[in-house]
């Protein structure tokens, strides 16, 4: 069974800061996605990683993928408060049925 | 204009009842899905059907039964609702593109008392 471990499960950082969401995930794939899901709100997606060493950058974020290591990272910069949200990472096991298995999250808030 | 769209946002109910959830989308995609994400914000998927045919089927309870009448529409029918269904069930969808991600509706809030 495919597991989808991130880490921290928490974070809390001032703004202005730098830091990185690691997301782990136990067998072969080779396409990740990252979510942000705000407190009572849907899932947006953020971005969409479908080889080794992709590398996607989206205003203060940034995510890349190593396959080989089976991790995914989404690095913040200079974070800002707009930025508080819970962020997933999600791996797809059967290519083609995209069967979407999530990490546990991340709660991320940053302070002023 | 809404993408994903499910009805009703929030449902409370007794034990023992049985409820529906619908969701619809109007992006024209392939596949659609439900989740189910707990009290602890831990998603899991549910079912997919991808035009109509039931593609994935995960473990749950067959108190869960999905029906896809048209590739627009993915209902969800519980029956016999227990505590432990509380959580908050999404919707999603997703084109048939490698490129593509799923698209998740606003969530239905289910609480069984």
């Known amino acids: 069974e495919l597991k989808v471990e991130q880490n921290p499960l928490f974070l809390s950082m001032q703004e202005g800061k730098n830091y990185t969401i690691y997301c782990n995930y136990s067998?072969?794939?080779?396409?990740l996605y990252w979510y942000r899901q705000d407190p009572g709100k849907s899932l947006e997606s953020l971005f969409v990683?479908?080889?080794?060493?992709a590398v996607k950058q989206e205003g203060r974020l940034m995510a890349s993928l190593d396959t080989k290591a089976r991790l995914s990272t989404l690095h913040i910069t200079a974070a800002v408060h707009d930025l508080s949200a819970t962020y997933f990472c999600?791996?797809?096991?059967?290519?083609?049925?995209?069967?979407?298995?999530f990490g546990t999250g991340t709660r991320l808030t940053i302070i002023p | 204009d809404t993408a994903v769209s499910q009805t009703p946002k929030y449902l409370v109910t007794q034990m023992g009842n049985d409820k529906s959830i619908k969701c619809e989308q109007n992006?024209?995609?392939?596949?659609m899905y439900w989740y189910k994400q707990d009290s602890k914000k831990f998603l899991k998927i549910m079912f997919s059907?991808?035009?109509?045919?039931?593609?994935i089927n995960e473990t749950v309870p067959n108190r869960f039964s999905p029906k896809s009448p048209d590739k627009a529409h993915l209902n969800l029918h519980i029956n016999s609702l227990e505590l432990g269904d509380s959580a908050v069930y999404f919707c999603?969808?997703?084109?048939?593109?490698?490129?593509?991600?799923?698209?998740f509706g606003p969530g239905t809030r289910l609480l069984v008392l």
């Open positions: 067998t072969t794939s080779d396409r």
């Open positions: 059907y991808n035009n109509k045919e039931l593609i």
């Open positions: 999603a969808s997703r084109r048939d593109t490698t490129q593509e991600t799923q698209y």
């Open positions: 990683l479908l080889s080794n060493g």
């Open positions: 999600a791996v797809d096991e059967h290519f083609g049925n995209e069967k979407l298995t």
């Open positions: 992006l024209g995609h392939d596949t």
